[in-house]
């Protein structure tokens, strides 16, 4: 069925499933982000102010760091119910919910260290969210349905960054509801229940052993195993180093100008209406494009030539948004963001089904952590500054910047491409993976 009708396995629970898992993963980071952007910009902080705020998002970049606690302990009691993956799931999603709550009320104008406070916390259980669904979302996906439910998964990710920002800015805007930010923020909490009800179908995920509790030698067997060997079994892999410097710069370009897209689109003038519509609605349709096409423009291409256009075609976006900024086109801001999207959402399908693939399913939630936090570290580290750079270099300027910064990614993609280590499919041939000479290989037994 896969190979003769592979659009049927969108369809399937376990594609279905990554769709409403990708809603719940996807709107907290969009709502400390994008949406906080236009929320400060709105009240007035000022630009500088806003691109440090960015480094709220910190808790992606270093979440490999408590990984192994979600791959190795169960909680006690829960877990032996519902299953390890699951319990988890729960209960960071029902803290998630409440401080997302107190983050809304938090009054950044007046209280900015308590902003400060809540934004973290935030961003620390957004993080512990996006291990588990990501290690459960890899375990519950067959072989041939990983280029499928990874698409499915980028288009419920996108689902929920649509309706954690047009959706809370509608809510919020006088243009809108006129509810206010602290209602809107509580409102978009309840974005965590997709992922919640898509596990209940879902089932309990292929990690079963529970650790409940702790003599000397299991804590050291744990150290063993949750730690020591995922990262060694990552790191003895040929070109682990080379495939991580590409991790980490591959979208650099992308993230550093959308951290400025909201304050740029605000200092040009253009209305919440206007934002909403063509950022959010036109991005969206684009996004969701852009992630179906992708597995069949795996089959057809194959990764590495997508992953080449792709990021050429986002740098050209990035200088269609500094024409954007020079003037108040709505067409050319139509234009820009329709094609960043499209191009950016298969280029993150595809990008993520590489991930998952380098994934083995023996330490699935540290291994995937690692190489998304390193994912993570150039779009909250390098994109931090970015206010200052777009006051000191102008917004025409800065996104011409920006699409330099493709640069890296693309040498570090053609060296990989050379060595050999990007697969031309989500799944590789057999006797490359029996012998693991690809960093592609998704082994399904520990390092030894």
């Known amino acids: 069925m896969a190979a003769s009708h592979p659009y049927r396995l969108y369809l399937a629970p376990g594609p279905l499933g990554a769709f409403f ?11 400390l982000l994008a949406t906080m952007s236009y929320w400060l ?34 909680l006690p009691g829960l877990a032996r119910w519902v299953g390890q993956r699951r319990a988890w799931l729960w209960v960071v999603q029902a803290l998630l919910a409440g401080a997302l709550v107190e983050l ?45 439910g990874t698409a499915t998964n980028q288009v419920g990710y996108r689902t929920g960054n ?20 602290a209602s809107a923020y509580a409102i978009s909490a309840v974005l965590v229940l997709p992922g919640a009800a898509a596990s209940l179908w879902l089932g309990p995920g292929r990690r079963t052993a529970v650790r409940e509790g702790f003599t000397a030698r ?45 304050p740029m689109v605000v200092h040009q003038g253009f209305s919440d209406t206007d934002y909403i519509a063509i950022n959010k609605l036109v991005g969206f349709w684009c996004l969701v494009a852009g992630s179906l096409m992708a597995g069949a423009l795996i089959a057809r291409f194959g ?11 986002m740098a050209g976006a990035n200088l269609l948004f500094a024409a954007v900024a020079t003037g108040h086109s709505v067409t050319l801001l139509t234009l820009a963001v329709g094609v960043e999207n499209l191009f950016a959402a298969i280029s993150l399908t595809v990008f993520a089904t ?12 540290t291994q995937y952590a690692l190489l998304s936090s390193a994912a993570a570290v150039g779009r909250t580290f390098a994109t931090t500054p970015s206010g ?59 390092a030894r």
Request: with cysteine; aromatic share 14%; glycine share 10%.
């Open 162 to 181: 649509l309706l954690a920002g047009a959706g809370t800015i509608w809510l919020a805007s006088a243009e809108g509801a006129g509810l206010g930010w």
């Open 354 to 365: 590489y991930l998952a693939g380098l994934a083995n399913v023996a330490f699935t939630a």
């Open 41 to 74: 910009s709105k009240i007035g902080i000022d630009k500088k102010t806003i691109g440090f705020a960015f480094a709220l998002g910190t808790p992606y970049t270093l979440k490999f760091l408590w990984a192994p606690l979600i791959d190795g302990i169960a």
């Open 218 to 262: 299991a804590f050291a067997d744990f150290l063993r195993h949750n730690v020591a060997n995922p990262f060694a079994e990552f790191f003895r892999r040929p070109g682990a180093w080379l495939i991580l410097l590409f991790v980490m710069t591959y979208m650099l370009g992308p993230a550093v100008g959308q951290n400025m897209l909201s």
């Open 388 to 446: 200052y750079a777009a006051s000191a270099l102008g917004f025409p300027a800065f996104y011409v910047f920006c699409a330099g910064l493709a640069i890296p990614g693309l040498i570090f993609l053609w060296l990989m491409q050379r060595a050999g280590f990007v697969a031309e499919s989500a799944r590789q041939p057999e006797a490359e993976a029996q012998s693991g000479s690809s960093p592609l290989s998704r082994s399904t037994s520990p």
């Open 303 to 313: 990764m590495a030539r997508l992953l080449f256009t792709g990021l050429i075609v």
């Open 21 to 31: 898992l990708g809603i719940s993963s996807g709107f907290p980071l969009t709502l």
């Open 104 to 148: 809304g009320a938090s009054d950044p104008a007046h209280h900015i260290g308590r902003f400060a406070l809540w934004g973290v916390a935030v961003a620390f259980l957004a993080a512990t969210q996006d291990i588990v669904i990501d290690a459960y979302r890899i375990e519950t996906l067959s072989d041939e349905e990983l280029a499928q």
